[in-house]
């Protein structure tokens, strides 16, 4: 049978089809059967198991696994190496689930044990360890502190930016899911210190697949990558071992894995961004892994692993772009296939086609990664030999791994002034990035609609056509989703593109969302959603006449909100975002009477200008110095009736803040009692 089967995959279905695995295992566990013979039958299981995804899947429906764990309770050792062999193959199978590795508790730490036994089990185990270490990624988006170089900037431009009420929207990386964490259940059990002296082992194998190890143990990891800095084999530390086997005299395999290892600690911050083994080892590695001299899935790799080494620092991205010409470099990605069209096999035009796939996927990555927060380096992507056409063709591939590398690169792109100003505008990319919009998986979503917020920018002149093109109704739809990021997206998106705004945009946006809709997003559990909600609120509310129209209609409904979040248990954010919706109302002609009636409402607001937080402080004064200014309408009364309420007496005491901003207000205020 074993001769039978190897190398042939029609024998292999034949013998599983004919009923053969049932009665190898039978074999393998009986008592009565010698050694041999198990030995045997696990190497048969594991030539079957070498073959198609369906012969797993047929292995794994006769419960293989619990019967070659069991094995390994024997104590011979050739057996348990064939066990482990066949259990290798089967967990790097991609359809065998890792947490059959984890059902039994007692299995991690026998397989640690059997470390020692042997270099095969050394590399088996390894093996099965790194494929069954997985960790699951959601997308998700986060305000960040947004980087417009002032040197691309009108002044009254700048200013524009740092108001409140638009901010400019960048994306995170996927944050780990916390689920099963496999990661922690290896490293509990000892997996560091069992596995790190393997990296001195004379076999090469065993050094690579403990390598493989740790890279998959520190990804995102911060205890273990702090708990690598400091182990010592044989004298040197592992970061040191690790760049040694950065040198380029070893194999790109070797290179590549050190680098993800060394990459992977630094993300999880063990290793700082300016170490030297980062700057002058990593970085320079993975951009030689970016050549096209290196074998198309080295290049892929290279490219993702630096993508993610530089994403968050802009040191590293400035010294990236400047090595070996890598913007240039990325380029010829998008060159393979030279010719689809010559290739008559199909294996080969499918194989082609994919590696075509990833290799595009790779550069939109890095591209997305380099041009993250530095004007100069977006500007030599987007000049780059057909670089915009290149991303604008990738929002329509048929690959969504390649559709969503195209649409973070373009997020990524749309953080300039000056690209949306020009090169967005030429391309039009407003259009295709509307068709991605349109029935895309959530993961392409969120980052779609990232993009699309920045599109909707005051200054962007993408964002008339945007509007025409029937973006309300998107933005309104996205609200109502059970994804928190794309919630947040479309507040924020609909908060941009209320800016300022027509009074038929702002009615539009009121008519679509629904007042109830609106409710609901104030009352939401994301902190993110409330706070862009506020926003939304804020710009809506903006302009006397657009102030008085929304409040005739929608004032008892936003007077209610308000109340709710200012009695309930938010942060200083959440409240001052709403004393500044509070404070906008003031500003209305008619607008300001539903404060001045509602005695709820002003006493809160004397009840924040007394309170010990001077943001809180400012913004119940912006509602105070509407309320009371001399040129307007009624002010007497309205000034009456707050200095009854104790109002001037607080006036008195904040002019005295050694707060100036606070003081300032505070005495502007009261001059305009006196005037």
Known sequence: MKNAVIGNNKQKANLIVLGAVPRLLYLLQQET??????????????????GTENNVKSLLDCHIIPALLQGLLSPDLKFIEACLRCLRTIF??????EELLYTDATVIPHLMALLSRSRYTQEYICQIFSHCCKVTQTFETCPLEFKILRTYLLPTLWMLLHQPRSVWVNLERPKRDLGPDHQTILFNHGAVQNIAHLLTSVSYKVRMQALKCFSVLAFENPQVSMTLVNVLVDGELLPQIFVKMLQRDKPIEMQLTSAKCLTYMCRAGAIRTDDNCIVLKTLPCLVRMCSKERLLEERVEG?????????????????ASITDHLIAMLADYFKYPSSVSAITDIKRLDHDLKHAHELRQAAFKLYASLGANDEDIRKKIIETENMMDRIVTGLSESSVKVRLAAVRCLHSLSRSVQQLRTSFQDHAVWKPLMKVLQNAPDEILVVASSMLCNLLLEFSPSKEPILESGAVELLCGLTQSENPALRVNGIWALMNMAFQAEQKIKADILRSLSTEQLFRLLSDSDLNVLMKTLGLLRNLLSTRPHIDKIMSTHGKQIMQAVTLILEGEHNIEVKEQTLCILANIADGTTAKELIMTNDDILQKIKYYMGHSHVKLQLAAMFCISNLIWNEEEGSQERQDKLRDMGIVDILHKLSQSPDSNLCDKAKMALQQYLA
Do not use: F, H, N
């Open 303 to 319: 490219a993702e692993t630096l993508a993610y080494l530089i994403e968050p620092d802009v040191e590293l991205q400035r010294i």
């Open 92 to 97: 790097t199978s991609p359809v065998t689930p």
């Open 33 to 50: 059967s010698s050694t041999e013979l198990k030995t045997e039958c696990a190497v048969v299981l594991g030539s079957l198991a070498m």
